[in-house]
């Protein structure tokens, strides 16, 4: 028998590292003869594009070394959404049949909220048809918005690279005697935990981000207005970080880029910080600056977190584990047991109980003015971005896997 990995949704610096948890796992305990990696997560499937990882690991000197310490996505990712419509029942027969052809025991599927809405419907849809197929799912996401787990890989990479970027933005600012405002705007649409990470830039000698805007709290524009204009007259910069999904009181995003969404309902945003720009700049009179920080927090392995990278490929290895003890419908999960000393212990929970679900950050965790983050968000954050990444450097930059299969 054989096994099966797919990665779907955004990249991450630590989504690989889940993928080398199982591949380990498996080297570990011979369960399985094979490991294939679906390229392109569920649509790989149904275009039956595989790759042989078993191979790869015997043939590529150290691969799973090297797959930890590559970011973004080694099998590709898909944003594909199975239909609950009349065509529902020929995708799914489609989907276990090719599996059933590639004698697959076990299906991992490594991702966020919408890939465990996938892991949920293939789960229930073998448990429904007697189909002895166990279906898995492994967390990730930059937003840790999950539920049922304490913080989600990929997130403790990003927030560091956002706290790096603020306290480095923060120090271009400060070199000019001039009034200004600088507003940085971080990936967050309905949870402001990567933005709450700004919050770390922080130093005894840098205040910068002066004030933090989440989702979970109503945006006041004019009180915005306000305490800038309050704190210009003190100092001559001014670091504003906000998520790209404030909103205010009624719901209304700040700025909404158009009318779409995407195939799961989200909507396409963008251009917050320069809608705030343009405010700002018209009544206060003063130099602004936004800077959107995108895409690239999402594979900068060079400012990972080792902890980040350790604690994916562990949930790799017991979803593997999970498996093996038969279990289907699941995802694996983290609890945090302490604090300080940091410790976490591992474990299932029914996926049914995740997918389609936020979580937001706890609003007693943002101050109540609702412009900044209090220190259980500060004690909660700190260990996640703790731990070095061994990254491997050819000619001067990162020497990452190659990824040809992905480019045909």
Not at 286 to 314: C, F, P, T, W, Y
Request: a negative charge; hydrophobic letters at 40%.
């Amino acid at each position: 028998m054989n096994c099966m990995v797919a990665q779907s949704g955004g990249p991450t610096v630590a989504i690989n590292a889940s993928l080398a948890g199982v591949l380990r796992a498996n080297e570990e305990t011979h369960a399985y003869e094979k490991v294939f990696g679906a390229v392109n997560g569920i649509l790989g499937v149904l275009d039956e594009k595989f790759l042989d990882l078993t191979d790869q690991m015997k043939t590529i000197p150290e691969f799973t070394d090297r797959l930890i310490h590559t970011p973004a996505m080694y099998l590709g990712s898909c944003r594909y959404k199975i239909p609950t419509d009349d065509t529902a029942i020929a995708v799914y027969q489609k989907i276990f049949s090719i599996l059933k052809k590639m004698n697959v025991e076990s299906f991992f599927y490594i991702g966020g909220n919408d890939s465990m809405d996938t892991v949920d419907k293939l789960s229930a849809y073998a448990k429904e048809y007697n189909i002895p197929i166990r279906v898995v799912g492994i967390p990730k996401t930059i937003d840790n918005d999950l539920v049922r787990i304490d913080h989600t890989p990929g997130f403790g990479s990003a927030a560091r690279y956002v706290a790096a970027s603020v306290r480095e933005v923060a120090m271009d600012a400060y070199i000019y005697a001039v009034k200004s405002v600088t507003i940085v705007e971080i990936m967050g649409r309905d949870a402001g935990w990567l933005t709450a990470a700004s919050a770390l830039a922080r130093t005894e000698s840098s205040p910068a981000p002066d004030y933090i805007y989440l989702p979970e709290a109503a945006f006041d524009l004019e009180k915005c207005i306000r305490d800038t204009r309050a704190l210009l007259e003190k100092k001559d910069t001014v670091v504003l970080a906000i998520s790209e999904g404030i909103r205010d009181k009624d719901g209304n995003y700040i700025s909404t880029a158009d009318s779409g969404s995407d195939i799961f309902g989200h909507n396409h945003l963008s251009g917050a910080g320069k809608t705030l720009e343009n405010i700002l700049k018209n009544r206060l009179k003063v130099k602004v600056r936004s800077i959107e920080i995108n895409v690239l927090q999402r594979s900068a392995m060079h400012l990972a977190s080792g902890r980040d990278l350790s604690e994916a490929e562990a949930l790799g290895n017991h979803a593997f584990h999970y498996a093996l003890e038969g279990q289907t419908g699941v995802m694996a999960v983290l609890e945090r047991t302490s604090g300080d000393p940091y410790k976490v212990r591992y474990d299932s929970c029914p996926v049914h109980e995740i997918a389609n679900q936020v979580k937001p950050v706890p609003r007693s965790w943002i101050n109540a003015e609702g412009n900044d983050v209090t220190d259980e968000m500060l004690a909660y954050l700190r260990p996640l971005i703790q731990g070095e990444p061994h990254v491997r450097f050819k000619d001067g930059l990162p020497d990452y896997l190659p990824v040809e299969h992905l480019l045909d």
